[in-house]
């Protein structure tokens, strides 16, 4: 997993929830008490939603990657406007990585 061997894993607690199959109570409260949630677009229907619909209603912010070339949900748009498109692994990183120094 990119993000696990970046220097951000370093910088900031990363939780993946699908990394541990944590149940989901945890991964809700989790995500409420996040300064912040990416989230990796890409390919729809991943059940990540559910995640996505949790931080929006606990008004956590969301940013969503994806990879360049794909498509992705119209919704997401009404949710954020943090989006990044991204054509490997290490710009994805680079990205994030300037954007948390903006943000955090």
């Known amino acids: 997993i990119p993000l696990r061997t970046s ?3 370093q910088q900031h607690e990363i939780f993946l929830p699908r990394e541990n199959d944590l149940p989901e109570v945890i991964t809700k409260e989790h ?3 996040s300064d912040i949630v990416v989230a990796e677009v890409s ?4 059940g990540q ?3 996505i619909g949790w931080a929006d209603i ?3 912010p969301i940013v969503c990657i994806y990879q360049k070339g794909k498509t992705i949900s119209g919704s997401l748009s009404k949710i954020t406007k943090n989006f ?8 994805m ?4 990585e300037e954007y948390l120094k903006r943000f955090l």
């Open 43 to 46: 390919y729809p229907s991943t």
């Open 31 to 33: 995500i409420k008490n």
């Open 93 to 96: 990183i680079q990205k994030l």
């Open 49 to 51: 939603g559910i995640e």
């Open 58 to 60: 606990f008004q956590v």
């Open 7 to 9: 220097s951000l894993h």
């Open 84 to 91: 990044f498109i991204y054509s490997s692994s290490n710009e």
